[in-house]
């Protein structure tokens, strides 16, 4: 399974990007969703989607201003990014996991990882 992430960019803060992560799908993983991580800091969840009931789940940094979405048909996750904050500056991850709902904001349990791309937020 490869996944490849684009999209990213440099953006003003109250800017938008959005973000997507082709080669998704069922055989990538129950979940497929987007992580982040900023310099110096640890991999943190973002935000997933179950593929198969689209059920959709955020960390609360993000709720209300990012939107996952999913496109069966073109086999993509993407990740629609509104009102851009610095905070949000970080290189972005796609990834896909067959773990429970308990496991979902764990990184270590995705097996599956694109190879990310730069998000940067100016003030």
């Known amino acids: 399974v490869q996944l490849q992430a684009s999209g990213g960019g440099l953006v003003q803060a109250g800017g938008s990007l959005r973000l997507s992560c082709a080669g998704a799908?069922?055989?990538?993983?129950?979940?497929m969703g987007w992580f982040r991580q900023a310099p110096g800091k640890e991999r943190e969840f973002v935000s997933v989607?179950?593929?198969?009931?689209?059920?959709?789940y955020y960390a609360d940094s993000v709720k209300g201003r990012f939107t996952i979405s999913k496109d069966a048909n073109k086999n993509t996750v993407d990740l629609q990014m509104n009102d851009l904050k610095p905070e949000d500056t970080a290189v972005y991850y796609c990834?896909?996991?067959?773990?429970?709902?308990?496991?979902?904001?764990?990184?270590?349990?995705?097996?599956?990882w694109g190879q990310g791309t730069q998000v940067t937020v100016s003030s």
């Open positions: 799908g069922r055989t990538s993983g129950r979940y």
């Open positions: 989607i179950n593929w198969g009931s689209r059920h959709t």
């Open positions: 990834a896909g996991s067959n773990t429970v709902l308990s496991g979902i904001r764990d990184p270590r349990l995705y097996a599956h």
